[in-house]
């Protein structure tokens, strides 16, 4: 009977799922390394007005709604955690390198956002494309 049950286990060994032939277990979760998530651009246009106040800026821009975007107007909180860039350059700028008449790309914060119109919400990032002469 000993012999019997011995050779049970040993075939069960072979007959479990997920059981490499080679003796050892394979990972059963596959290790899937997460994919770069492109931030949404949600709106790309002009700075009409600016607003410096104790805890940051508010800036007013307007634009149309393109493919890439998901808003033609937006009050933009700027805070001190707000990355403020200008075309490609590696260097960071403040809030007051924006001026009224630069083109602009904004990406918010997952926060929420108040649905108004225009809506307001945080920056995460302020991309300066273009500046007035």
Not at 58 to 84: F, M, P, Q, R, W
Not at 110 to 125: E, G, H, K, L, W
Request: glycine share 6%; hydrophobic share 45%.
């Amino acid at each position: 009977m000993e012999k019997l049950m011995s050779i049970i286990v040993l075939l069960s060994l072979f007959l479990v799922p997920g059981y490499a032939q080679n003796g050892e277990t394979p990972n059963p979760v596959p290790i899937v390394e997460p994919s770069p998530v492109k931030q949404q651009i949600a709106i790309r246009g002009v700075v009409k007005d600016i607003n410096i106040g104790k805890d940051g800026a508010n800036l007013l821009v307007e634009g149309n709604v393109e493919k890439d975007t998901l808003y033609d107007k937006a009050s933009v909180h700027v805070n001190i955690h707000t990355i403020i860039l200008k075309d490609n350059l590696k260097r960071l700028y403040s809030v007051s390198d924006i001026q009224v008449g630069d083109t602009v790309e904004v990406i918010f914060t997952n926060d929420p956002v108040a649905m108004i119109y225009p809506i307001r919400a945080t920056a995460v990032s302020v991309r300066m494309i273009s500046n007035n002469p």
